[in-house]
């Protein structure tokens, strides 16, 4: 059980999935029922729940395969995210996430929690058919252990955040393979670059 904003809602569900270890891909899934107007769902798997799920399950998968990337994308999307979301615009209260493929934006989200924002993005592109093998995924909020291991199990490459990593996401992240591209607290828009 969770709380999030009401939209994307089988995003999120398949995201959640996804980055929790309990699919593999959208093959995985047999149907996402919302009920009661998006408050419940029924969601039925055709892979068998781990066992120890969910207290003692910490599944992670092989190492990733590192991608190439220019940093001209990673400002970009920072670009993106210090012009602001409407939502975070108006409640400062959101996180923002957004999953490319190279300098193409696949899809931009806010939620009122950055793991909600992150499974809704990795939803998105399972349902969209893209290989998540081949994205950067970015995200507004701070990236403790459990984010990185999130974007590990989802198959995303590379991870990038304005703000600052724990010791611990950096060592997962490095045992994992994973590219993890972090900044200060308010990255720098184009215009400051250039000065």
Not at 5 to 16: K, S
Not at 46 to 70: A, E, M, N, R
Not at 151 to 157: D, E, F, L, N, Q
């Amino acid at each position: 059980m969770f709380s999030c904003i009401p939209e994307y809602l089988t995003e999120v569900i398949l995201g959640h999935l996804k980055t929790e270890g309990l699919i593999h891909s959208l093959e995985d899934v047999e149907s996402v029922e919302l009920r009661e107007n998006g408050q419940k769902a029924m969601v039925r798997i055709s892979v068998p729940l781990p066992s120890g799920f969910p207290d003692q399950y910490t599944k992670t998968p092989h190492p990733l395969t590192p991608i190439d990337w220019k940093p001209e994308w990673i400002f970009s999307l920072a670009d993106r995210i210090a012009e602001g979301m409407p939502l975070h615009e108006k409640t400062w209260g959101a996180h923002s996430c957004f999953l490319a493929l190279g300098e193409q934006l696949l899809f931009s989200c806010e939620d009122i929690g950055r793991h909600n924002a992150l499974d809704k993005a990795v939803g998105s592109v399972l349902l969209a058919g893209v290989p998540l093998s081949e994205c950067m995924l970015y995200t507004s909020g701070r990236v403790p252990m459990d984010m990185v291991r999130k974007a590990i199990r989802a198959g995303v490459p590379a991870l990038i955040s304005k703000t600052m990593p724990t010791i611990q996401s950096l060592e997962l992240a490095a045992e994992y393979g994973l590219q993890f591209v972090c900044g200060r607290k308010h990255p720098l828009t184009l215009k400051e670059r250039t000065k």
